[in-house]
C-alpha cells in the first residue's frame, strides 16, 4: 500500500505510516474515537456519507455541517469552510469524489483548503475511496500531497470501488507513524487483523494490469451519461452530471415530492430503487440517489419505469 500511494499521491509513505482495515468504515470510526473528545467539533459534509455524521455523535463531538450545493456541482465553498472553522474544531472531513452527489474538488479547491485550515492544530480526513474513479479526463489531486498537510492528513482508500472487491472486505489508512500505531492498536483490539487472504489479493490488484480499472470507469462513465441525459427528460427531475464516483443525484422538488416518500413510491409502485437524499444528511432533501453500478439495459429500464409512474402520479 505504502508503494501505491508513494506513487498515485506522489508523497513518500513508508509501511509504518499504513494502516491496513477490513473495509474503510474503521478508519473513519478509528480516526474520529482517537481525535474527537466530548464537544469538539468536526466539519464535514451534507449531503455525505452518513457514517461521519453517526460516529461524530456516537463519540460525543459536535457534527458541524458544510452544505454542497448544486449550483457549485456540490464542490464545498471554501469561504463557508473558513466560516464554520472555530477553536472547537479539531477534524474537517473532506471526501473526493464525492458519496452520494459524485461531486469532485478539484485542485485548487483543496489547495483553498489547506490555505483555510493554515497553520492551525486540525486534522483532515480525506476520504478518496472512488479516487480511480473520475469522469472527462479529470485527475485526482489529495491534500495529503500538500506538503504543509502531509502531517495532518489520514488519507482514507479501499478496494471496493476501484477493484470491484466489495465483499472482500478491504481498506486502509496512511498516516503519520504515531498515529499508525494508535490505530493498529484499536484495529488489533477490535478485530484482530484484516483476513490475510484479501492482502495478498490486494496486493495482486494494485500490482497487476490497472486496464481493468480503466475500462470500469469508461463504461460507469457511459451509463452516467446515459442514465443523466434520461432523467432531464422526466418531469419533475433535473440532474446535474457528476464529475467521478458511479452515482447521480437528482434534484426532484419540482416533482413535489419529499424525498422519502417518492423513493418509497418509485421502489414500491415502479420498481426503481433510489435512496432519499436525507439518507445522507438534512442538506440532501429534495434529491435522490441513484447508483449507475448496473447493466445499462436494466438502467434504461429504470429510466422507463420512473418516466411511466410519474405520467401516472405528478
Not at 67 to 82: G, K, N, P
Not at 255 to 261: E, H, L, Q, R
Not at 268 to 286: D, H, I, Y
Request: hydrophobic share 40%; charged share 25%; net charge negative.
Amino acid at each position: 500500500m505504502a508503494e501505491y500511494v508513494s506513487r498515485t499521491r506522489g508523497v513518500k509513505v513508508s509501511p509504518d505510516e499504513v494502516v491496513v482495515v477490513p473495509g474503510g468504515k474503521p478508519i473513519i470510526f478509528f480516526t474520529i474515537l482517537s481525535l474527537i473528545d466530548d464537544g469538539d467539533e468536526v466539519i464535514y459534509p451534507n449531503p455525505g456519507f452518513p457514517i461521519y455524521e453517526s460516529m461524530i455523535d456516537y463519540v460525543g463531538g459536535r457534527a458541524v455541517p458544510i452544505q454542497l450545493r448544486e449550483e457549485r456541482d456540490f464542490a464545498l465553498d471554501v469561504d463557508e469552510l473558513t466560516a464554520l472553522i472555530s477553536n472547537r474544531t479539531k477534524l474537517i472531513i473532506i471526501n473526493s469524489p464525492q458519496n452520494p452527489t459524485g461531486g469532485v474538488l478539484q485542485r485548487r479547491d483543496i489547495e483553498q483548503i489547506a490555505d483555510a485550515i493554515g497553520d492551525r492544530n486540525i486534522m483532515v480526513l480525506s476520504d478518496e475511496i472512488y479516487s480511480r474513479l473520475l469522469f472527462d479526463g479529470g485527475e485526482h489531486f489529495s491534500i495529503m500531497s500538500i506538503p504543509a498537510m502531509r502531517e495532518r492528513t489520514i488519507l482514507l482508500d479501499g478496494f471496493s470501488k476501484t477493484y470491484a472487491m466489495t465483499g472482500w472486505r478491504m481498506g486502509y489508512g496512511v498516516m503519520r507513524p504515531d498515529l499508525a500505531a494508535q490505530m493498529t492498536r484499536l484495529m488489533t483490539n477490535s478485530n484482530s487483523c484484516t483476513a490475510s487472504f484479501t492482502q495478498v489479493a490486494g496486493i495482486e490488484a494494485i500490482r497487476g494490469d490497472q486496464s481493468s480499472v480503466d475500462h470500469m470507469r469508461d463504461e460507469f462513465q457511459n451509463r452516467r451519461d446515459v442514465f443523466v441525459d434520461g432523467l432531464n427528460k422526466i418531469k419533475g427531475f433535473s440532474c446535474r452530471m457528476p464529475k467521478g464516483a458511479f452515482y447521480v443525484f437528482p434534484n426532484v422538488t419540482q416533482t413535489g415530492w419529499k424525498s422519502k416518500p417518492l423513493a418509497d413510491a418509485l421502489l414500491e409502485q415502479a420498481g426503481v430503487a433510489a435512496l432519499s437524499g436525507t439518507a445522507f444528511g438534512e442538506f440532501g432533501e429534495g434529491y435522490l440517489r441513484f447508483s449507475v453500478a448496473n447493466s445499462l439495459d436494466n438502467l434504461k429500464q429504470a429510466l422507463d419505469r420512473i418516466d411511466q409512474w410519474t405520467k401516472k402520479n405528478l
